[in-house]
């Protein structure tokens, strides 16, 4: 069979969707992994694959119509995450309208929490939680004929809609193959923060230990959440790959070219024992790279080793510092575990980006989230991202909001996190979250020590052309657009 996986551009008149994490709007592209991992199974099988990424590729709506006359598919599959799922409904309806008989398989963290949503005729089938082999079965299904009643994880539309009971968690997550990146023009992505050309991006490892009540990990982790909450009402326990697949996955993506690799784990640095040697496996390939990690995981031994493997940056999602807002949210740190973290991976020239969560908890007031920025300009890190907090569907603080009525539009709405708020307490409103947010980056951003320090940091035409480019369409999304 022919298959496409099929990213489409805006077609509901908002913006671009970061669908690798889900819960915001793009200012640039990473390659869309869990399509990768699905596409590279289903290439094993023989199968014909695509994937088409309309937005990275800056390609328009009349270019994708273009593309569905001449095109002759006979499955389209769509990776939809909430904040677009109006877009991938829409794609849908345009391909029923221009080549009716086709299918449409939907898989993603959207139709693993709603799949009701996309089920209104037999040609759609949902592939909930992790996908990849989900999708191999149901496609083989499809092409024998064999029927897809008994195919765990699927949620299909016969006389009505039906959901196939759960599939297991993929336990040994060094069965996935190594994604076959020659399958994706890599082309448009890159990372900011990275300076290194071409970029790709990479998973080590699904779900995380952490409690945090408002999290939504990246949405590969967050589809397999979702899935086994609805049976066992708790997270299922992360899963790494091997310290050896890890080394060999690096070494494919050096093989092929590329010189630098966001690490997109909701945390990257799970023991000192796997971390040390992947560290000592990839230091001799020459890679630039990036990960996530919790601040408490940073010691000596662990950050010297990254700088010598290539690592040029950290994301550490410190929240808040305040300690009563910290223990409100579930985070398992203290501001201090965060702060020494930071003087560690200075001493190691690494680069930080801190993440700051306005409103998590009706603790929070207008004197924490101020006491909170103030200690994130003194500790003067390479990057900051601010952002409110929105109780994404399946989570914790969403079921908490919505009993509580700390939601602004009574329920979840698809609004952009760095700019919009959907949650207004009585004693900080919406309208106070947002202008708090404003004065968090503008303070921070605009801040002449902090532009000469980055400038001061370019290397080359290319990196200063990716950053100026992310600069622009960072403050135009936020402070000029409605």
Same mark, same amino acid.
Request: charged share 50%; proline share 0%; hydrophobic share 30%.
């Given at each position: 069979m022919k298959v496409t996986f099929l990213i489409p551009p805006v077609l509901d008149g908002t913006k671009n969707v970061d669908r690798c994490f889900g819960c915001n709007y793009s200012i640039y592209f990473l390659p869309l992994l869990p399509v990768l991992y699905a596409a590279t199974v289903l290439k094993r099988t023989g199968d014909e694959v695509s994937i088409l990424d309309f937005p990275g590729q800056k390609k328009t709506e009349e270019e994708l119509?273009? $593309?569905?006359? /001449?095109?002759? %598919? *006979?499955?389209?599959?769509f990776y939809t995450v909430f904040l677009c799922q109006n877009t991938d409904l829409l794609a849908r309806k345009m391909i029923r309208e221009t080549r009716p008989g086709v299918k449409f398989i939907f898989c993603g963290p959207q139709p693993t929490f709603a799949p009701e949503v996309f089920?209104? /005729?037999? *040609? %759609? $089938?949902?592939?909930?939680?992790e996908p990849e082999f989900i999708i191999k079965e149901l496609i083989t299904a499809l092409k024998t004929g064999s029927g897809?009643? /008994?195919i765990r994880g699927i949620s299909h539309y016969s006389s009505g809609i039906t959901h196939n009971p759960a599939a297991d968690v993929i336990a040994d997550l060094d069965s996935v193959p190594i994604p076959d990146r020659s399958i994706l023009d890599h082309k448009p992505y890159f990372n900011p923060k990275l300076r290194s050309m071409p970029h790709t991006a990479c998973l080590t490892s699904r779900g995380c230990f952490g409690r945090c009540w408002y999290c939504v990990p990246n949405s590969l982790s967050y589809a397999r959440e979702l899935e086994h909450k609805k049976e066992f009402h708790k997270k299922p326990a992360p899963r790494m790959h091997s310290a050896r697949r890890v080394i060999e996955e690096f070494s494919d993506i050096a093989r092929r070219g590329f010189r630098s690799v966001s690490v997109i784990d909701d945390e990257f640095l799970w023991d000192d024992k796997r971390t040390l040697e992947i560290c000592r496996g990839i230091a001799p390939l020459g890679l630039e790279w990036s990960c996530l990690c919790r601040p408490e995981k940073i010691n000596e031994e662990v950050a010297s080793a990254m700088k010598s493997a290539g690592c040029a940056y950290v994301d550490m999602g410190t929240e808040s510092f305040d300690e009563k807002v910290l223990a409100a949210i579930k985070k398992d740190i203290s501001g201090e575990d965060t702060k020494r973290a930071v003087r560690i991976l200075k001493k190691y020239k690494i680069e930080i980006e801190l993440n700051v969560l306005l409103g998590a908890t009706p603790m929070e007031t207008e004197g924490t989230i101020r006491k909170t920025l103030a200690e994130v300009r003194r500790l003067n890190v390479d990057y900051a991202l601010f952002s409110i907090a929105n109780p994404f569907p399946g989570t914790d603080f969403y079921y908490a909001a919505k009993k509580e009525g700390w939601m602004f539009y009574g329920d979840y709405v698809p609004k952009d996190p760095a700019k919009n708020a959907i949650i207004s307490y009585p004693h900080l409103s919406k309208e106070k979250l947002e202008k708090l947010l404003s004065y968090a980056y503008l303070s921070y951003y605009l801040n002449p020590r902090y532009l000469c320090k980055q400038l001061f940091k370019v290397r080359s035409l290319k990196d200063l052309t990716n950053k100026l480019s992310t600069a622009f369409n960072f403050f135009r999304k936020n402070f000029f657009e409605k």
């Open positions: 119509r273009d $593309f569905i006359r /001449k095109d002759n %598919s *006979d499955i389209y599959a089920l209104d /005729k037999e *040609d %759609s $089938f949902c592939a909930r939680g897809v009643d /008994k």
